[in-house]
């Protein structure tokens, strides 16, 4: 049995579609906003500060592995329903908060270690959603692309170690880093150049657990480059999850985007 902590994307419906095929036994513990998963005979809605429930759910169902995937949203830990596991580990979660998301996933996933329930891979069953290293569009990086990668990229190096950003734009010589809003904001934010040009770089945040939370993009990611004026996209290798690929790579080519997996 499979424990799936899923949020929003469509990701999360990707790995579910494996899970029917392969016929393997899950169970869900939805954390989306809009409840995508209520429909599901399998779906529990659960507060994500209800620690005990939702341990005492796993362990019914003998579950010893999970699954985070999709886009979980930071709770206001104001609102939070706590029961009495959540009430001993919730000082735990509202410090690592003050740190980043990423320290959040990881104090869940001590949490769970801590229950004898270990994480996986969110892309464990789908594998073919995270791209190598090498370029998948017909267009290819410029010289100046090139520069302003390399300078991205060692920005992203130097960043605080529980950082927000997974993403950053660099355009004549401006950088500018995602917030806790993420991508989408950042590229609404850009206003668009008479001439194209500027990265998007997506890069796995400092100290994250590869595991949980991966750089995702998909068709709204490249729609919004294009509307920004961007030239292309640059990923880590096997640390994406890459949504949509043909839609993308289509879009990508016929908009004069590349796509770069370093």
Not at 5 to 11: A, I, K, L, V
Not at 48 to 58: E, R
Not at 88 to 93: D, E, G
Not at 154 to 161: M, P
């Given at each position: 049995?499979?424990?799936?902590?899923?949020?929003?994307?469509?990701?999360?419906?990707?790995?579910?579609?494996?899970?029917?095929?392969?016929k393997l036994?899950?169970l869900?513990?939805?954390?989306?906003?809009?409840?995508?998963?209520?429909?599901n005979?399998?779906?529990?809605r659960?507060s994500?500060?209800?620690?005990?429930?939702?341990?005492?759910?796993?362990k019914?169902?003998?579950?010893?592995?999970?699954?985070?995937?999709?886009?979980i949203?930071?709770?206001?830990?104001s609102?939070l329903?706590?029961d009495?596991?959540?009430i001993?580990?919730?000082?735990?979660?509202i410090?690592?908060?003050?740190?980043g998301d990423a320290?959040i996933?990881?104090?869940?996933?001590?949490?769970?270690y801590?229950?004898k329930?270990?994480v996986?891979?969110?892309?464990?069953?789908n594998?073919?959603?995270?791209l190598?290293s090498?370029?998948?569009?017909?267009?290819?990086?410029n010289?100046y692309?090139?520069?302003n990668?390399?300078?991205?990229i060692?920005?992203?190096?130097?960043?605080?170690?529980y950082?927000?950003?997974?993403?950053?734009?660099?355009?004549n010589k401006?950088?500018l880093?995602?917030t806790?809003e993420?991508?989408?904001k950042?590229?609404?934010?850009?206003?668009?150049?008479?001439?194209?040009?500027g990265?998007?770089?997506?890069f796995?945040k400092?100290?994250?657990?590869?595991r949980?939370?991966l750089?995702?993009?998909?068709?709204?990611?490249?729609k919004?480059?294009?509307?920004?004026?961007l030239?292309?996209?640059?990923?880590k290798?096997?640390?994406n999850?890459?949504?949509?690929k043909?839609?993308?790579?289509?879009?990508a080519?016929?908009?004069?985007?590349f796509?770069?997996?370093?």
């Open positions: 049995m499979i424990g799936l902590f899923f949020g929003e994307t469509t990701f999360p419906k990707l790995i579910l579609k494996n899970l029917k095929k392969k036994k899950y869900i513990i939805d954390l989306s906003k809009n409840k995508i998963f209520k429909k005979l399998n779906s529990y659960v994500i500060g209800q620690f005990g429930k939702i341990l005492k759910i796993l019914q169902n003998k579950c010893k592995k999970v699954i985070f995937a999709g886009k949203k930071k709770p206001k830990f609102d329903k706590l009495i596991t959540g001993y580990y919730i000082p735990r979660i410090k690592a908060a003050k740190k320290a996933f990881n104090e869940l996933i001590k949490i769970l801590l229950n329930i270990n996986i891979s969110s892309t464990y069953f594998p073919e959603l995270s190598r090498g370029n998948y569009s017909k267009y290819k990086p010289n692309d090139l520069i990668i390399k300078r991205g060692k920005i992203l190096k130097k960043s605080n170690s950082d927000h950003a997974q993403a950053l734009i660099v355009r401006v950088i880093k995602e806790s993420g991508t989408k950042l590229l609404q934010s850009i206003k668009k150049k008479k001439i194209n040009s990265i998007l770089i997506k796995p400092k100290k994250q657990d590869l949980v939370d750089p995702t993009v998909g068709l709204d990611t490249f919004d480059c294009k509307r920004a004026g030239n292309g996209i640059v990923l290798s096997k640390q999850i890459f949504l949509d043909k839609k993308c790579i289509d879009f080519n016929k908009n004069k985007l796509i770069l997996v370093k």
